[in-house]
């Protein structure tokens, strides 16, 4: 089953487009319905975050399948992003709409043995000063998605 993202609406207005959050800049631009294109990257991210498009939380293996799953601006090869990708991201002012999300999951992920075999997942926010937070945390947790394709 593929996940496709359509407008969404907060309150009585429109979810605006990435053109006008990013305000003329040249480097973050909409190339397809509901993604952002990096040029200084050649990524192209969603538009709309997990947290907005599907409003609940996702464990890892949830994070994965609906990366897997997306089909937003007629592609359907989007991955979760590497730890890097997204600190780079979220080092720019991008001006995604309603990026409220705590942290995202990357696709960097740890197993190590302590009594039984556990699943750590290298997830980035946005910290409070400004640059990126980056911590590692347990793949049962819940957390949110910025699919990226190549």
């Known amino acids: ?10 309150s009585s207005e429109p979810v605006p487009r990435a053109a006008a959050l990013v305000q003329g800049s040249a ?4 190339k397809a319905a509901g993604t952002v294109t990096d ?3 050649g990524l192209t991210w969603v538009m709309l975050d997990s947290r907005l498009a599907k409003g609940g939380c996702l464990t890892y293996t949830e994070a994965l399948a609906y990366a897997k799953r997306l ?9 979760l992003p590497t730890a890097e990708e997204l600190k780079a991201l979220l080092r720019s002012e991008t001006g ?7 942290w995202y999951w990357s696709k960097n992920s740890y197993r190590s ?19 990126p937070v980056q911590n590692r945390i347990e793949a049962a947790q819940c ?7 190549p």
């Open 1 to 10: 089953m593929r996940l496709t993202l359509a407008p969404v609406e907060m």
């Open 27 to 30: 480097r973050f631009t909409e």
């Open 39 to 41: 040029s200084r990257t």
């Open 71 to 79: 089909d937003t601006g007629g592609f359907r090869d989007w991955r």
């Open 96 to 102: 995604f709409p309603g990026s409220a999300a705590d």
């Open 113 to 131: 043995y302590s009594g039984g075999w556990m699943t750590w997942v290298d997830v980035v926010g946005p910290g409070t000063s400004g640059a």
């Open 143 to 149: 957390g949110w998605v910025r699919a990226v394709r």
